[in-house]
């Protein structure tokens, strides 16, 4: 099982070439994937977003949520902070959400190595 940034559902959603657009093709293909919510949010709010895969996006299992999500997002953003690194706050809620279910990211984004550092987000990195 995988989750996917939204850096890389958008090369996929372009047709881009990329080790990471082929591995979510392969994922979504063997049933693989899992909607990280705030990647959907990202994704939704393109403007442009044709309808028909803004449907397919919204079809895909999200992962849930766990009762204290808020509040471990914020802690972890606090922590990368203190270390005087940046976490935008889009990025803590897309990290926590793979953490706390140990669903690996798929990304191009490498602001998401210091979650990675700082506690344990499990990434497949492309260039």
């Known amino acids: 099982m995988i989750a996917a940034d939204t850096s890389t559902w958008v090369a996929f959603l372009r047709q881009e070439p990329g080790d ?6 392969r994922a979504l293909y063997g049933h693989q994937t899992m909607m990280v919510p705030a990647v959907l949010t990202e994704l939704l709010s393109a403007i442009g977003l044709p309808q028909d ?3 397919d996006l919204r079809r895909i299992p999200r ?3 766990q009762l204290d999500y808020w509040e471990n997002a914020g802690l972890l953003r606090a922590r990368i902070l203190a270390r005087g690194r940046r976490a935008r706050l889009g990025d803590a809620l897309i990290a926590e959400t793979c953490i706390a279910e140990g669903i690996p990211l798929v990304t191009r984004d ?3 190595a210091i979650f990675g550092e700082a506690a344990g987000l499990e990434l497949v990195l492309s260039p």
């Open 20 to 25: 990471d657009v082929e591995l979510l093709a």
């Open 53 to 55: 895969a803004a449907a």
């Open 63 to 65: 992962i849930p949520l």
């Open 110 to 112: 490498r602001d998401f």
